[in-house]
């Protein structure tokens, strides 16, 4: 099939099937809380329901791209145990559901616009998701690390915005800073290969491999010492190696 005609039937069959996973996710999912709270009464565990009920969705987004855009996880460190401060690139849209492959209980740390999503955006606050730019930090911090405590991993972009290309940004500090003010273990994400899944400013998807490669986790142990301004350039660095070699793998 010439690349035109692929590129256009990728993105027809996309956003068809997204429409209809995300219809089901918000009535379905809303159902199912319902249900599930009024059954079992217990808070906790009905967030860990939403919480994990979000990340299917996110897997079952990106599937609806197959077999045009596919997707591996790979794990550095299986032995590593959550909860993590995950700490990852931003290069577009798409990030955001790429999280949906971590095998564990998580919220995003999003700007203010997600939270303006019809129906979505009350969902995510439903969930616990945090917005650094909505609230204090000293209120960041403590719920942060109240999620952290309830063995709830927290994923941040501290990048702050998308990149739009394959060079990373300068990272802002407020993840480190939860990180050092928990205690948490801090887990490097290095997403490659969707940086045209879609292109940042538009909606169009291009055929692609996303690789999610979780690196291995930072104990508090060893980054006790370092101020969040060397926590996070440390931080980044790791993920920019990694990039690295997948880029030369490539070539």
């Known amino acids: 099939m010439p690349t035109v005609l692929r590129v256009a039937w990728l993105n027809f069959a996309f956003w068809v099937l997204f429409s209809i996973v995300t219809a089901g996710f918000i ?28 990340s299917y969705y996110g897997a079952a987004t990106l599937r609806c791209g197959w077999p045009m855009v596919r997707v591996r996880y790979v794990d ?5 145990t959550p909860p993590f401060v995950f700490v990852a690139n931003h290069r577009t849209t798409s990030d955001a559901y790429v999280m949906g492959c971590l095998p564990c209980e998580a919220v995003q740390v999003v700007n203010i616009w997600p939270f303006r999503i019809p129906f979505l955006g009350r969902i995510a606050r439903l969930a616990g998701y945090l917005s650094v730019r909505e609230m204090p930090m000293e209120d960041f911090l403590r ?7 309830q063995g709830v991993s927290v994923i941040t972009f501290p ?32 997403i490659s290969g969707n940086e045209h899944i879609p292109r940042r400013g538009s909606l169009w998807l291009h055929p692609g491999k996303i690789t999610i490669d979780k690196l291995p ?8 010492t370092l101020g969040a301004y060397k926590l996070k350039t440390r931080v980044r660095e790791v993920i920019q190696q990694q990039l690295d070699r997948m880029e030369e793998g490539k070539a």
């Not at 719920?143 to 405590?149: H, K």
């Not at 986790?217 to 006790?224: E, G, R, T």
């Open 27 to 54: 009535v379905g999912g809303f159902i199912c809380a319902c249900v599930h709270a009024l059954c079992v009464r217990d808070r906790r565990k009905t967030l860990r329901l939403v919480r994990r009920t979000i």
């Open 143 to 149: 719920r942060g690390a109240e999620l952290l405590s």
């Open 217 to 224: 986790a930072l104990d508090a142990a060893q980054y006790q």
């Open 159 to 190: 990048e702050g915005t998308r990149s739009g290309s394959r060079r990373m940004g300068q990272f802002h500090g407020s993840a480190f800073r939860l990180a050092i003010h928990a205690g948490a273990r801090i887990a490097p994400l290095a």
């Open 76 to 80: 550095h460190a299986p032995g590593d």
